[in-house]
C-alpha cells in the first residue's frame, strides 16, 4: 500500500474501517460484510494487523458488532430504497464505504456523507487518489459544528431535498453528544418529510453491557476520555424509545445486539457474535 500520513481521518474511523477489513482477511465466511475498502482508503502502515486494538481474540465481538450495524444499515437502505426513497445522508460518515462498494443501490440514489471539513477534505482526495472518484450522486459535505455551521442548511446546499423521504444513518456519534444535544438532533430528523427513517446507535450502560465484555468496554470508555472524546450519553432501550416519541417520531423500535447475532451470525462454527454494548434505534416519521 502506498504510505499516507493518517492526519486526514479520524482515529475512531480508522479503527472502523481496520475491523471491517480485519473481518474478511480473518473471519471465516460467510463474511457479514465485505469490505476492504475502507483499509485501503485509510493506507496504514504494513504492521496494522499486531496494532493493540487488532488484537483477533480480544476484539472479536466488536469487530463483529461493527459489521453487523453496518449491514443492517445497508439493508435497511436498500429496503427503502425499494420502497422509492431516493435520499441518504450519512451522519458522522469517516471512512463508509457504501457508495464505492455498492454503486449499484448508490447510484439510484443521492447520498449526503456528512464529515468535519478536514477528515472530509482528506477523504475527497483519497477517492480520487484510488481511482474511486466522487460521482455526481455523492455528495461530501463538510459542517463546521465548532464554527456554527447548520447542518440541514449545509445539506440544503448539496442538493438535499427536505420535502423529499429520505434514510439518515447515525452510528458511532449519539455517544459523544449530551442528552439535549441527542434531542435535539432527533427532533431534527424527526421533522423530516413523512416516509423518513433514522437509524441511530446507541450506547448501553455499562451495567447491561454483557459481563464478559465489560472489561474490554470499560477499556474503551477511558480510552475515549483520554483522547478528549468522552461518552457523555447513555441509553437503556426504553429511555432511546422515549426520547424519539418525545422528539416527534411516527414509530420507533429497539434493534438488539441479539436480534443482529440471529439475523447474521446463526449457525457460525466459530462463534462470533456481536456484543451488546452499542445498539440500534430505528425510528420513522
Do not use: C
Not at 493518517?6 to 471491517?20: C, Q
Not at 424527526?190 to 450502560?205: H, I, K, N, R, Y
Not at 411516527?250 to 454494548?277: E, T, W
Request: glycine content about 8%; overall charge negative; cysteine-free.
Amino acid at each position: 500500500m502506498p504510505e499516507k500520513p493518517m492526519t486526514g481521518a479520524d482515529a475512531t474511523a480508522v479503527r472502523v474501517a481496520l475491523w471491517r477489513a480485519m473481518h474478511v482477511q480473518i473471519d471465516a465466511p460467510p463474511h457479514v460484510l465485505d469490505d476492504e475498502v475502507g483499509l485501503k482508503l485509510a493506507a496504514p502502515d504494513d504492521g496494522w494487523r499486531q496494532r493493540p486494538d487488532m488484537n483477533p481474540g480480544a476484539t472479536s465481538r466488536f469487530r463483529a458488532s461493527i459489521v453487523a450495524r453496518a449491514r443492517f444499515i445497508e439493508d435497511l437502505v436498500v429496503e427503502e430504497a425499494g420502497r422509492g426513497v431516493r435520499q441518504y445522508v450519512i451522519l458522522g460518515a469517516g471512512l463508509d464505504t457504501f457508495a464505492q462498494r455498492r454503486p449499484d443501490i448508490a447510484s439510484r440514489l443521492r447520498v449526503f456523507e456528512v464529515d468535519r471539513p478536514g477528515p472530509q477534505a482528506w477523504k475527497r482526495q483519497r477517492l480520487v487518489e484510488l481511482g474511486f472518484g466522487v460521482p455526481d450522486w455523492l455528495r461530501l459535505v463538510p459542517v463546521d459544528f465548532e464554527a456554527g455551521a447548520s447542518l440541514w442548511e449545509q445539506l440544503a446546499s448539496a442538493g438535499f431535498d427536505a420535502t423529499e423521504p429520505a434514510v439518515v444513518a447515525s452510528a458511532g456519534v449519539s455517544m459523544y453528544l449530551t442528552r439535549d444535544a441527542n434531542l435535539a438532533s432527533l427532533r431534527q430528523v424527526a421533522g423530516l418529510a413523512p416516509g423518513s427513517t433514522l437509524a441511530l446507535t446507541f450506547m448501553l450502560p455499562l451495567e447491561l453491557v454483557e459481563p464478559e465484555v465489560r472489561p474490554a468496554t470499560e477499556w474503551a470508555h477511558k480510552g475515549a476520555r483520554a483522547a478528549g472524546t468522552p461518552f457523555l450519553s447513555f441509553f437503556t432501550p426504553p429511555e432511546i424509545l422515549a426520547l424519539a416519541r418525545d422528539a416527534g417520531f411516527k414509530d420507533a423500535r429497539h434493534v438488539s445486539a441479539a436480534s443482529l447475532a440471529q439475523r447474521y451470525f446463526a449457525g457460525r462454527a466459530d462463534g462470533l457474535r456481536p456484543v451488546n454494548g452499542e445498539e440500534l434505534l430505528v425510528a420513522t416519521t
